[in-house]
């Protein structure tokens, strides 16, 4: 069905294949690792861990754009995709702007902080694991909802395993991150660079 829908629409095919390179798994997971690390070693560089992020889109213009042909992907497409992604990275930060005031609110209802406290850990998990899922679901990579899948089950069993917060990320971006150089060795072995754009 997913191959035939590609040979029928050759813009999704280039857009999927534009994100089999792993890229966005080693960064993101760099990234959840070194703030499971940060956390764990109470470390005062949480709120610089973002900062790999920016490395994607250069990462991908060396590494990527020179194997793949784009010239297939309807712009107007790629343009709802990128919306679709602002719209869903918007409502997390939104999500984490509220989730944090109730933390530190005193005017909370005492049965609503109480039902936070109790579950805060399934609450990290399912605004991670469901952006990571949305994530996929957007990038048509299988391996991010996934991803999403094992956060929220990593946190939803923290209480009978005895995991943290800290020792929770360190899985999760060790796993993205191994992947990650996975799918990228995979890529460049199946993508060579096309003729004419050698840098």
Same mark, same amino acid.
């Given at each position: 069905?997913?191959?035939?829908?590609?040979?029928?629409?050759?813009?999704?095919?280039?857009?999927?294949?534009?994100?089999?390179?792993?890229? !966005?798994?080693?960064?993101?997971?760099? #990234?959840?690792?070194? @703030? &499971?690390?940060?956390? %764990? =070693?109470?470390?005062?560089? @949480?709120?610089?861990?973002?900062?790999? #992020?920016?490395?994607?889109?250069?990462?991908?213009?060396?590494?990527?754009?020179?194997?793949?042909?784009?010239?297939?992907?309807?712009?107007?497409?790629? %343009? %709802?995709?990128?919306?679709?992604?602002?719209?869903?990275?918007?409502?997390?930060?939104?999500? *984490? #702007?509220?989730?944090?005031?109730?933390?530190?609110?005193?005017? #909370?209802? +005492?049965?609503?902080? !109480?039902?936070?406290?109790? !579950?805060?850990?399934?609450?990290?998990?399912?605004?991670? *694991? *469901?952006?990571?899922?949305?994530?996929?679901?957007?990038?048509? +990579?299988?391996?991010?909802? !996934?991803?999403?899948?094992?956060?929220? +089950? =990593?946190? @939803?069993? @923290?209480?009978?395993? &005895?995991?943290?917060?800290?020792?929770?990320?360190?899985?999760?971006?060790?796993?993205?991150?191994?992947?990650?150089?996975?799918?990228?060795?995979?890529?460049?072995?199946?993508?060579?660079?096309?003729? &004419?754009?050698?840098?």
């Amino acid at each position: 069905m997913t191959e035939q829908l590609h040979r029928e629409k050759p813009d999704i095919k280039a857009y999927s294949t534009f994100h089999e390179d792993g890229i !966005n798994d080693l960064v993101l997971g760099f #990234v959840l690792l070194a @703030a &499971g690390i940060s956390f %764990k =070693l109470d470390l005062s560089i @949480a709120a610089m861990i973002w900062l790999p #992020v920016l490395f994607i889109q250069p990462l991908k213009k060396k590494i990527t754009l020179p194997r793949v042909d784009l010239t297939n992907i309807n712009s107007e497409d790629q %343009k %709802k995709r990128n919306i679709k992604m602002m719209t869903v990275l918007t409502l997390v930060l939104v999500l *984490g #702007v509220v989730f944090f005031f109730l933390r530190s609110s005193s005017n #909370v209802p +005492a049965w609503l902080d !109480n039902f936070i406290s109790k !579950n805060i850990l399934i609450l990290i998990g399912v605004i991670l *694991g *469901g952006t990571l899922f949305v994530k996929g679901r957007i990038l048509g +990579a299988k391996r991010f909802l !996934n991803y999403g899948i094992l956060v929220v +089950a =990593l946190f @939803a069993s @923290a209480r009978y395993t &005895g995991l943290g917060l800290e020792e929770i990320l360190i899985i999760t971006g060790t796993i993205m991150f191994l992947s990650g150089w996975i799918v990228l060795i995979k890529f460049l072995q199946k993508y060579p660079v096309i003729k &004419g754009e050698e840098s």
